[in-house]
């Protein structure tokens, strides 16, 4: 038998149409999503989850109406496009005159949605589908078999990349289109309907992931979740590619998939990581991607919620509020709650630093609190080090991460910014999942919690609810100060108006990766915590999820506020909490909240209570300014 | 220098000299690539070919931030304050690098006795004294336009750019800003780029006058001002 480098041929060709087949899968993918981006300008969380549904409903088609896989092939694009059209229509265009963030953390929200609601119906066991009976066999080529239906699916991904491409790039539809991104106001002008051509995007993007996803069910698991794993890959081939070029989706796709099936080949620990260590080495090279030209204009369309006047006796009366209702609470409160609670406050608060005040929302932060929970875990029961050096150990190392991923990420801001994040968080998950200390699926369990400084017994609850407080007020008030400071200000000048940062001499990328450091090691100190409180590191601390979950506190409770994080924190662990018995739903309900919170309330409950005080403050200076002498507006510190 | 966006050239072949010391204007229809010329000068565009000097040293391959930190500070066409900042922040920012306080990670800026000083005399240079605890998103435009003046005089620069400071502003105004301007030269470099003409012949020692990337002469004001192509370049390209 011949062999490449000690790898048999016919296993490499296998492992190469292997990584073909997934690559058309990924250029069909990301062609969706690169179209989405460009007219849209958000990158579309719930791809995964419309091509989810073009499987799944392929299944349901088959199983339950009779209609065949050809059929399917058509209807299913339809139905699922008509759904994103819908989509697109009532949810996504009521933010689309404001930050494109918001359209992203839609279709976040969205994507929990539909996902919770499939898995509902249709479980999370593997749904089994038939190749058709026109494509079953293959052919011998001599070097290898070739079985028809892999062939159909690498012919039929093609031609639909090229007649999108063709579409887009070649005929007056797509000319329209490609102005309208440039200046959607001038081709309105031409009597063009632009929201319309909006809608047909989207739900042309919707079909694509849909067809794709009706392409994969005879070979890949059918199953609500296979849509959220596929979705990470693909945002990093887009990056890879460019952000809205088309052409360097398509090429960006095959590429990562040959790359994954050669690596499958000759060193398979890595093949899932292979694409995201792609899009690190691309990135540092060209930082707009293979062919990408377009950069991120950054504009601010909301701005931090402030009160017109705050005094230092109101900042602290509301701080040692905080700390009493927290310090008594376990009188009345189930204090294993209360701890989860607190550590994930401070997580949020870290991430809210980022997300607010420097307006870098990273889809990624789960890595911070994750690493620096399999780092304390390891240090406390590999190496016996007390608790209080774990902790010290765990938030080292998410800040030395912090430091890498920053200086990766903040070359990017924007949907650039989120889908780099995302990406290096799911490189970690991956190591998380394989590397031999870290325990894969079981974690590191049974870790010790030591008694801190050697004396103080953290075995015991009340001593370890204290620590736990003094923990997180600690890490609170060192925000508070941090925002507060000349550093914090600069911060806030850069998110307004980052080029007359510039002008005024601060190097903007500098600030922006200190913030990025802080954040981390903040994180890490929120995890570091909850691995001593639970006594597990376990991958759901660095899974994507949890990213998720931390946006949604923040933005829940109110990002840019110092307070929101905390009761957002506080929101969310309840709700998981007390509706834990519902299951499935769960998810529906978090996302549903997600969803509402950003239409109605986007400044998140204590964001808008600030809005709304300070709106009747001024108001009342307004009519005090009008009055003749004496009164005078309220210096605020 | 030059400078090409897709291959068209927005600056081409521009040979410029500021002189310490003088107050030039930059004047050009619109479109001419005064911006350009501006975001060229400060960094935030790179060159596509050329080299830029400040006082003898080679700086086209610094950064915005490093530019201003020599003292070569910018404002922008469109104003460009921090919105939600109230007046005194926006000026105390300016303040806070020379102050070397702008890596304090604790603490608060108003502890610092020569910075809080320094603000104040700054509101009260620019007439902000009685709105300085208000967001600088309240402020008119003429006035937001002042502050970002302020906030440039601020951080002390040896050179000032000013994209065209009255675009936008009422006659009161400009008059006001034109004072502003003349009592801040002195001492200073300052390029001006200005579309009012009465402003740049009070205030303009010496122009220059940009026609489609290109510059199309350079004198004295009175003798620049009458040369017929320089009309002709102004009537033909503002339409
Ligand atoms: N980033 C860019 N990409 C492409 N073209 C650009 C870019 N910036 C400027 N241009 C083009 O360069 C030319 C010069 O623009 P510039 O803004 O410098 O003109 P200006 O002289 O400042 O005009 P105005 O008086 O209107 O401010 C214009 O044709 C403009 O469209
Ligand atoms: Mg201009």
Known sequence: ?637 | MSIAFNGFYAVKNVDFTLHEGALHAVIGPNGAGKTTLFNLLTKFLQPTEGQIFHRGVEVTALKPAAIARQGVVRSFQISAVFQALTIRENIELALLRRSGLQWRLLGNARRDKALVERTEQVLEQFGFTREADIAAAELSYGRKRVLELATTVATDPSVLLLDEPMAGLGREDIDRVAELIQTTAKGRTILLVEHNMQVVSRLAERITVMARGQILAEGPYSEVSSRPDVIAAYTGGTH
């Open chain 1, 1 to 637: 038998m011949t062999t490449i480098f000690g790898i048999p041929m016919a296993l490499l060709y296998a492992q190469l149409l292997l990584g073909i087949i997934n690559g058309a899968f990924y250029a069909t993918l990301s062609l969706g999503l690169a179209v989405i981006f460009g007219m849209m300008g958000i990158a579309n969380f719930a791809h995964g989850a419309l091509y989810m549904m073009g499987a799944v409903g392929a299944w349901f088609m088959l199983n339950t109406l009779g209609i065949g896989y050809w059929p399917a092939l058509i209807l299913c694009p339809l139905v699922v496009g008509a759904f994103g059209m819908l989509l697109e229509r009532f949810v996504l265009r009521r933010v689309s005159h404001i930050d494109h963030l918001y359209g992203m953390l839609l279709t976040f929200g969205i994507a929990f949605i539909v996902q919770g609601i499939f898995r509902f119906w249709f479980g999370s066991a593997g749904l089994p589908y038939a190749i058709p009976s026109l494509l079953t066999g293959g052919v011998n080529l001599g070097f290898m078999f070739l079985p028809y239906y892999r062939a159909w699916v690498i012919v039929a991904s093609l031609g639909v990349c090229f007649l999108t491409w063709f579409a887009i790039e070649k005929t007056r539809l797509g000319a329209y289109l490609r102005a309208a991104t440039e200046n959607s106001k001038l081709v309105q002008a031409f009597g063009i309907n632009v929201p319309v051509m909006i809608m047909l995007v989207y739900g042309g993007g919707a079909a694509l992931a849909a067809f794709a996803g009706v392409l994969a069910a005879p070979i890949l698991q059918v199953n609500p979740t296979m849509g959220a794993e596929v979705l990470i890959v693909i945002f990093a081939v887009v990056v890879i590619g460019g952000l809205g070029s088309i052409k360097g989706a398509i090429i960006a796709g095959f590429l990562a998939g040959i790359a994954e099936g050669l690596t499958k080949a000759f060193y398979p620990e890595a093949s899932t990581t292979v694409v995201f260590l792609l899009m690190a080495f691309v990135l540092v090279v060209m930082p707009t991607g293979l062919f990408g030209t377009k950069t991120q204009a950054a504009a601010t369309s909301v701005s931090l919620p402030a009160l017109a006047h705050e005094s230092a006796f109101m900042r602290w009366a509301l701080f040692g509020a905080m700390a009493i209702g927290l310090a008594i609470a376990p009188l009345f409160i189930y204090p294993a709650f209360l701890m989860k609670a607190m550590t994930y406050a401070l997580f949020a608060c870290a991430f809210n630093l980022m997300a607010g005040y420097g307006k870098l929302v990273s889809f990624g932060h789960a890595m911070f609190l994750g690493t620096a929970g399999y780092v304390t875990a390891y240090a406390a029961k590999t190496w016996g080090l007390s608790p209080e050096l774990a902790i010290l150990a765990g938030t080292a190392s998410a800040a030395v991460l912090g430091l890498v991923a920053g200086w990766l990420c903040t070359r990017s801001s924007g949907v650039y910014f989120a889908m780099i994040s995302l990406a290096l968080a799911q490189m970690i998950y991956f190591l998380a999942l394989q590397l031999p200390q870290t325990g894969g699926e079981d974690g590191i369990q049974s870790v010790p919690r030591g008694a801190l400084f050697g004396f103080i017994d953290l075995s015991n609850p009340t001593t370890l609810y204290l620590f736990v407080l003094a923990v997180f007020l600690g890490g609170f008030l060192f925000l508070s100060c941090l925002i507060r400071s000349p550093f914090g200000q600069i911060l806030k000048a850069i998110r307004e108006h980052e080029p007359r940062a510039q002008s005024l001499g601060y190097s903007t990328d500098r600030y922006k990766l200190a913030t990025f450091v802080i954040s981390a090691a903040l994180s890490g100190l929120a995890g570091s915590t909850k691995v001593i409180v639970t006594q597990i590191a376990s991958l759901t601390d660095v899974h994507w999820s949890m990213s998720g979950e931390v946006i949604l506190m923040t933005f829940l409770g109110g990002v840019g506020t110092l307070y929101g994080p905390v009761l957002g924190s506080f929101v969310v662990v309840a709700m998981q909490n007390y509706l834990s018995a519902l299951g499935a739903w769960v998810t529906v309900i978090q996302g549903a909240v997600f969803v509402i919170c950003i239409l109605t309330f986007r400044r998140g409950i204590v964001g808008e209570l600030i809005t709304f005080v300070s709106a009747r403050q001024r108001e009342k200076d307004r009519r005090g300014i009008a009055m003749p002498a004496g009164s005078k507006v309220v210096t605020g510190t």
